[in-house]
């Protein structure tokens, strides 16, 4: 799967500008805003569900640009790509074929909090992704800047104050239609960029914000609540002005771990990858730090910035005194410059530069670019469905930064989600949702539309209830089926391979729970595995896998007539008997979880006047919120667990009482106290 030849980049650009000079058409399926992380997951999904589908950008040359850190992965976020990859996004390829340095995190602990991730080359990526996206049926890409959104009066028949009609584009007269309309803007909303105490608008350096006629529509007309966040980078370092021999060299694994379920292998050979470093900060940074304060109005506004990604600013004055990890990673294979993970930065760049050569390693370090930070407007996410639909505005998708999350993982794992239902409302098909008990995707989403954001939302494992079942190695039998018979944004080639990657397994544990063996009998077949001597009864294959010195090599070569055929599946074979005890307690759990998602509560409920008594405040919540399903009302801060019994109450008699009295005649709650 690693064989493609890519076209170059400005071969692609010319195909690109001709397909933007000759628009053949005015009227699409689904229109994409933002050429991010988002946006090319959001209009690739969108095509490959069949909708005829157009990307707009500023820039051609920036679609998959790695905008900050040249990194796919981690803990909670490596989980977030392998799930995108089984629904046949992008950004697993992608990181397959870019990457230099490979590691999985959380190796020390159980396969379920496992992080896969990958240090990238910036170009390798970019170059995949646009090769991609111009491969991608039904998809046409143009460079331009939406002047205004296109609001229309809704369809009377379905749910919403508004009805999105298309985009007018910057100095252009003419609009293109749309039925849907997916904004991926990420931090270009209204974006301003801060360098010490000098202010430009734009939402990345060398590039300008988006049209104010937009933050406009999304503010004025539609009436939608936004907020104000914040991020940073850090200064890109010459490389060759670094004492690397002063930190301590981190290789990669030495066998990189695909990010793909597609692919066997990566791009990158084991001996062509390239190491990381670590370095620590020093206390004459902390007092560069406090010296410049008052030259760095970025760090003294109160605007929420993201707490797990702090800029170094921010980790001195919460943490006085502390020693902080520097990483030095590596750009690209070519590239000449480091990455320095931990220190984004705003003050002014002779400040930047003081203090970086407090660093024993960077004594000597030449900023290449200096570190800046943004400021951005996003919309409150409780105000959109599990589909990342706004519930007011018929046709209005939102994915990315645009809904308060960081990341490039969240931002693809939204831009899939988003475009899918996009495709599927332009096609008159039903809105999908992904439930937190199948997937890290779904956790994502249900967070954001339930509880919404009061700082930038970045993945962790802590967040999913049933990690045991949302593992890195599962995500392939969770998604790829139902991507492929459900929301149809799934290829035959890669639901043909998840298909037999299932019956295999399947196959497998069935001939390994046959092997049911007394203890004695496996002490002599395998005597150098501890079995207690107090155990008498039988084990099959499957409980012995669960020992941590038992592997599936082992067992096969014992029985290689039974097993010797499913050798490329001995790992995940390993992890599904040593999670099967745990994820077979989780089942209930999640049966009860599940039937509290699917009853979905009607979107035209009068909370307000609702004719029971709840609490004014409960009231308001759920008003404003509009929880689609019981399951996300249950999430709502500030909604009582009587709240939750009168809802649900309430929806059941509904649903059995439609044809006979009125709900005021066979109201059996009155009498009840306040909620």
Request: charged share 20%.
């Amino acid at each position: 799967m690693l064989t493609k030849k890519l076209p170059s980049l400005p071969s692609f650009l010319l195909l690109v500008s001709r397909r933007a000079s000759h628009l053949t058409r005015q009227q699409y399926d689904v229109i994409v805003v933002g050429g991010g992380h988002a946006g090319t997951e959001a209009a690739a999904a969108a095509a490959r569900v069949g909708a005829e589908t157009l990307l707009v950008t500023q820039k051609i040359q920036t679609i998959g640009a790695l905008s900050c850190n040249p990194s796919l992965g981690g803990v909670g976020k490596g989980q977030l790509v392998k799930e995108v990859d089984a629904l046949d996004g992008l950004c697993g390829r992608a990181g397959d074929w870019a990457g230099i340095h490979f590691t999985i995190l959380n190796r020390r602990k159980g396969p379920a909090v496992w992080g896969p991730r990958a240090q990238l080359d910036r170009q390798r990526y970019r170059e995949f992704i646009q090769s991609e996206l111009l491969g991608t049926p039904r998809l046409t890409v143009l460079e331009s800047s939406v002047e205004e959104l296109l609001v229309t009066e809704p369809n009377p028949e379905k749910t919403g104050r508004h009805r999105v009609a298309g985009i007018r584009l910057a100095n252009e007269t003419h609009a293109i239609s749309a039925s849907s309309v997916v904004l991926t803007t990420g931090t270009f909303l209204s974006g301003s960029l801060f360098v010490g105490q000098t202010t430009s608008p734009g939402g990345r350096i060398g590039d300008a914000p988006s049209s104010a006629g937009l933050s406009h529509t999304l503010k004025e007309r539609l009436g939608l609540r936004i907020g104000r966040l914040k991020t940073g980078t850090p200064p890109r370092i010459v490389k060759d002005s670094v004492d690397l021999s002063l930190a301590e060299l981190h290789p990669p694994d030495g066998h990189p771990t695909p990010f793909s379920f597609l692919n066997t292998h990566t791009r990158c050979k084991p001996e062509e990858q390239l190491p990381c470093y670590l370095t620590y900060t020093t206390p004459g940074v902390e007092r560069v730090v406090r010296e410049s304060l008052h030259l760095n109005c970025h760090i003294q506004q109160d605007t929420k910035g993201p707490r797990y990604c702090p800029s170094i600013e921010s980790r001195v004055l919460r943490f006085p005194g502390r020693k902080h990890q520097v990483w030095l990673e590596p750009e690209g294979v070519t590239s000449d410059l480091l990455y320095p993970q931990g220190l984004s930065m705003t003050m002014p760049p002779d400040k930047q530069l003081c203090l970086i050569r407090e660093i024993p390693a960077m004594h000597r370090a030449e900023i290449h670019t200096p570190g800046y930070g943004v400021q951005y407007d996003f919309v409150c996410p409780t105000q959109l469905s599990p589909a990342l639909q706004v519930k007011s505005t018929q046709g209005l998708f939102l994915a990315g930064q645009i809904n308060g999350t960081t990341g490039y993982e969240e931002a693809a794992a939204q831009g899939l989600w988003a475009g899918v239902n996009a495709a599927r409302w332009a096609l008159s098909m039903p809105p999908v949702a992904l439930s937190r008990t199948e997937s890290y995707i779904g956790v994502l989403i249900d967070d954001l539309v339930s509880r919404g954001v009061t700082e930038p939302y970045r993945m962790f494992t802590s967040r999913a209830e049933f990690r045991t079942s949302l593992r890195p190695d599962n995500a392939d039998l969770r998604l790829t089926l139902k991507g492929f018979e459900e929301v149809g944004c799934v290829s035959s080639l890669r639901y043909t391979e998840a298909i037999r990657v299932r019956d295999n397994l399947q196959d497998a544990m069935e001939a390994l729970e046959t092997l049911a063996l007394s203890t004695t009998t496996w002490r002599k077949k395998l005597p150098n595995i501890h079995i207690s001597e107090n155990k008498n009864t039988s084990l099959t294959g499957m409980n012995l896998l669960q020992y941590s010195d038992v592997s599936f090599e082992m067992l096969a070569s014992v029985f290689p007539e039974y097993l010797s055929a499913y050798s490329e599946f001995s790992q995940r074979l390993k992890i599904e008997a040593v999670y099967r005890p745990h994820c077979d307690l989780q089942k209930k759990e999640i049966e009860r979880i599940q039937k509290e998602e699917n009853m979905s509560l009607p979107q035209d409920i009068d909370y307000l006047s609702l004719p029971v008594s709840m609490s004014q405040e409960v009231r308001d919540i759920l008003n404003r919120v509009r929880p689609s399903t019981l399951g996300a009302a249950t999430r709502l801060q500030g909604i009582t667990p009587a709240a939750i019994v009168h809802l649900l109450n309430y929806v059941r008699h509904i649903g059995n009482q439609m044809e006979t009295s009125s709900w005021a005649e066979v109201n059996p709650w009155g009498v009840l106290g306040k909620l």
